[in-house]
């Protein structure tokens, strides 16, 4: 078993949760939207529940803080993608 | 459908069968078509010069060329589609398809072009022809794996990323009946990259095949868009990165550029 002091900082302690608004992404079914927005360009950022989509550039969202390791899917384009740290940022990888 | 609203939660399997579904399609197309005929809610023209309506309609035509391509592989590819939810998914892209073609036609009249059909076959760009001959090729050999590839990859990828570029310096008109056509391209292409993807993984001696294709067409279709943004009057300067998306799709499937 890990001793928890080993882990990340972010890995110890408890995820944040995130209530989810509409955004008005409109390019799935209505019940899903709220997990979707379009990225905003150079000057939009990414909060910790959300992961931009490297297929088709779409951000995706979750009820809860991300972290390496947890799987999400991107509806918009049909992916399946896993989140990886890379040098100290996390990156939305495809999985086939 | 299933029954949580998490996306996230879903098996990979069910989360399959939703996004190649009808039932999806349906729902998300209704998000950002309905109420939009033609793909424009209603929108005021605005006024063109004689060399930009030109070069609008010249652009117009190679989409067309490349939307009728769409059109004619994907319905070819139903029938010797690996699975009952590809046949599905292809349904779905076959419509889409046909409605790109319809708005693409019904703009080309608006812009005061009499018979699309004729203007096409002056104006088309050769090399998109060659293209689309040998997609269609592919689809007649009924060969999976290079259809999807050329189809779905190659030219969805390209379709997108120019469509994209041109939606943001449009008329109006033009520029929402561009947003309909690029938030459908999103489904077709990531059903090509990742339906190729698993493959790959499944039988990686398909690769040197595909690398083949690869070399012989997408040059076809990235000098076409090029061509394009000249026609459409974009500064070299101004230009986007036409091969960015297509080039990152590819190095993800292990292909080289």
């Known amino acids: 078993m890990t001793d928890p002091l080993e882990l990340p900082a972010s890995a110890r302690r408890p995820r944040q949760t995130f209530e989810l608004e509409e955004t008005g992404f409109n390019e799935v079914p209505k019940r899903f939207r709220r997990f979707y927005r379009r990225w905003r360009g150079a000057g939009d950022k990414l909060g910790p529940n959300e992961a931009l989509c490297p297929v088709c550039k779409v951000v995706i969202r979750s009820t809860k803080e991300l972290r390496a390791g947890d799987r999400v899917y991107c509806m918009p384009c049909m992916s399946r993608l896993e989140l990886v740290e890379e040098e100290g940022m996390l990156i939305a990888k495809v999985i086939y | ?257």
Not at chain 2, 68 to 90: E, H, N, V, Y
Not at chain 2, 131 to 143: G, I, N, T
Not at chain 2, 233 to 248: F, Q, T, W
Request: net charge negative.
């Open chain 2, 1 to 257: 459908m299933p029954e949580t609203d998490d996306p996230h939660e879903l098996g990979e399997a069910e989360f399959r069968n939703t996004v190649h579904s009808f039932e999806f399609w349906f729902e998300a197309v209704q998000g950002y078509l309905h109420g939009r005929p033609y793909g424009s809610p209603g929108l005021r023209e605005s006024e063109l010069t004689e060399r930009q309506r030109q070069g609008l309609i010249t652009t117009l035509c190679n989409y067309c060329v490349g939307e009728t391509a769409a059109l004619d592989a994907s319905s070819g590819m139903i029938g010797f589609a690996p699975d009952r939810g590809a046949k599905i998914f292809l349904a779905t892209q076959v419509v889409d398809e046909g409605r790109h073609l319809e708005v693409l036609l019904h703009r080309m009249k608006q812009l005061g072009v009499a018979d699309p059909d004729a203007e096409i076959e002056q104006r088309a760009n050769r090399s998109l022809l060659k293209f689309k001959e040998r997609l269609l090729e592919f689809v007649d050999a009924r060969d999976w794996e290079a259809s999807v590839f050329a189809q779905n990859v190659i030219l969805e990828c390209l379709e997108y990323t120019v469509f994209r570029h041109h939606a943001g310096t449009a008329d109006p008109v033009t520029a929402e009946m561009l947003r309909g056509i690029v938030s459908d391209e999103r489904r077709h292409m990531g059903f090509g990259e990742n339906d190729l993807g698993r493959r790959l993984l499944m039988a990686p001696h398909t690769h040197d095949r595909l690398n083949q294709i690869k070399r012989e067409l997408d040059s076809l279709v990235i000098n076409t868009f090029a061509e394009t943004l000249g026609e459409l009057g974009v500064e070299r300067d101004d230009r986007p990165d036409l091969a960015g998306d297509y080039l990152a799709a590819v190095a993800r499937l292990g292909f080289r550029s």
